[in-house]
T-cell receptor, first 115, second 113 residues
């Protein structure tokens, strides 16, 4: 089955700890994204990547880092510099659109909480 | 002014009625528009996308786009209790898009028996 797999489903972070959220897709999509969703709010873009070995900051990149070493994988690290990391983290991917955007499809998400 | 605005609701409709969800956007250059459905505690699921002015129908769902007035709407015909969810409007931002989307905060829909 083609899809986007995020792991773990739940994650707890201690003070001063970095944690890494995994996102893998087997859809052969070029573009991948990380969003954060807080209760009652829309999705906010953290980072995105349109091609391997390249990525750009989104609207709320501070305290986060990413890598894109393989087309299939786009892990997100929540660093200790992110002081309010508790949120629902969503990974998405899309075919690289030419002209109009192609739809983004989402994984099941990771819920991150502070211990 | 928010880039993408939606009424947070809840919007309550009786089963079998038409639910009308609206979204306005500020970037006049936006070309691509998406509707996602999000059940409580779950990730968003793509319902519809529309690029051209007018209507686009897919089963019980119709997306309507009016670029001159900068609004996009989603109609759900014959609403079912299973349609109860939050509906997110997403709009491409920036010239050429670059695949970046801005999301509204969503409208909560409740379909009542």
């Amino acid at each position: 089955d083609g899809g986007i797999t995020q792991s773990p489903k739940y994650l707890f972070r201690k003070e001063g700890q970095n944690v890494t959220l995994s996102c893998e897709q087997n859809l052969n999509h070029d573009a991948m994204y990380w969003y954060r969703q807080d209760p009652g709010q829309g999705l906010r873009l953290i980072y995105y990547s349109q091609i391997v070995n390249d990525f750009q900051k989104g609207d709320i990149a501070e305290g986060y880092s990413v890598s894109r070493e393989k087309k299939e994988s786009f892990p997100l690290t929540v660093t200790s510099a992110q002081k309010n990391p508790t949120a629902f983290y969503l990974c998405a991917s899309s075919i690289e659109g030419r002209g109009s955007n192609q739809p983004q499809h989402f994984g099941d998400g990771t819920r991150l909480s502070i211990l | 002014q928010k880039e993408v605005e939606q009424n947070s609701g809840p919007l309550s409709v009786p089963e079998g009625a038409i639910a009308s969800l609206n979204c306005t956007y500020s970037d006049r250059g936006s070309q691509s528009f998406f509707w996602y459905r999000q059940y409580s505690g779950k990730s968003p699921e793509l319902i519809m996308f529309i690029y051209s002015n007018g209507d686009k129908e897919d089963g019980r769902f119709t997306a309507q786009l009016n670029k001159a007035s900068q609004y996009v709407s989603l109609l759900i015909r014959d609403s079912q209790p299973s349609d109860s969810a939050t509906y997110l409007c997403a709009v491409e931002v920036g010239p050429g898009g670059g695949n970046k989307l801005t999301f509204g905060t969503g409208t909560q829909l409740k379909v009542e028996l």
